[in-house]
């Protein structure tokens, strides 16, 4: 039986809370670089980041340092270089700049440092490093442009037309006009992983919850915000804002976690777009729906699964327990976990601009992940995210191991 870890989370973020002293420096977040520098140097190159241990063993967790094999690609090396352009050592350099972004910014190095400052805030310098470089000229990456380019003209990353973001939506669907209850669906549901579109949308119809789609819903800006483009990303939250606010929209569900930790995180807290808008991730939603009887599943499904924390919903977010609960709660379903999990747990490769834009790193990762669910003996790997999902589904070769996300499995037992 899987132990529990009595571990605790900084409120509203997945990092562990760890030891803090009377004069630990509190540091706001979402502030430019100079805010960090003097923190920078704290970082003793010590390589702690580049490993996990856990009881029993150790296992490497930086996809970006372990494919680059070089100390600038860890944290401990992206700490140097960002002390080093802070300080005037180093000069910005395009080469410089392609490093930071051979990054998923997935957090899983700043679980590992101990040094409070950096475990706590290491991912507002990386964030802050991007920006900086967009400003200077250096950055985003080629690829990350031509997409923001699309996102700008066609409101999705996928080189596709705005007037099919809706082709995924079965005629049977029952939506509600006057319903305040929207739900995001976002670009990789709608173009890409549409069983997850379909199935959130079946789920809440079975459900009985009067929702509605909004048909000129625009990609919530992560692809672009996670690149370092911040004003570009701050005018699309705020055209998805004008959406949400001429619908009337009172309550957000979003199958996606780049789209949650965007609308409830980065909308508010970084781009100072303050609303009461309650947004809440499928699972989170499904579990209270479950919590006070208003689910039912009546199916089994006989299956063995490992849940992978998507990056967005797990350290960004400090979603870790209530995906796992509805999972335990589907009948015939046997949760086993992988040895890197939750606030450890390996990235898919698919974030931060890095599948685009660094394709054999994003494959690098994605594989070793699949490795390790594969070790777990699971029928399938589950996740939260159509990202992840499709990241999985793309690398996954000969059917060794089945991906779904959680809203299709839901579907299958209700
Ligand atoms: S970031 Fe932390 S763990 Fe990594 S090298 Fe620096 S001090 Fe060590
Ligand atoms: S954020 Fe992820 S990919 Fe980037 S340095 Fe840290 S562990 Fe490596």
Redesign the pocket.
Known sequence: MEKEKNVKYIEGKGITLITTVANQKKLDRYKDLEHYKDILYQCGKCGT?RTTYQEEFWSR?????EFGKFEA???GG?NLLSWGVSSGKVKWSANLSKILYQ????????QQCQIPEIHHY??EW?MAMREQAVKLGLGPMPEHSRYTDHILMENNPYMEEHNKRLNWLPPHLNQSSNAKIAYFVGCTSSYREQNVAIATAEILNILKIEFKILKDEHCCGSPVYMTGQTDKAKNIAETNMKIFNDAGIEKIITSCAGCYRMLKETYPNKFGIKHEIEVMHLPEFLLEKFNKGEIKFDKDLNMMVTYHDP?HIGRHMGIYKQPRMLLKKIPGIKLVEMNRNRENAW?CGSG?GVRSAFKDLSEFAAKERIEEAKTTSADAIVSTCPFCLNQFKSNIKNEEIKAFDIAELVRKVL
């Open positions: 980041c967790v930086c996809p970006s340092g690609f860890y944290l992206k990054c998923s910014v997935c957090l899983a190095c700043t290491a991912g990386l990056c990235c931060g």
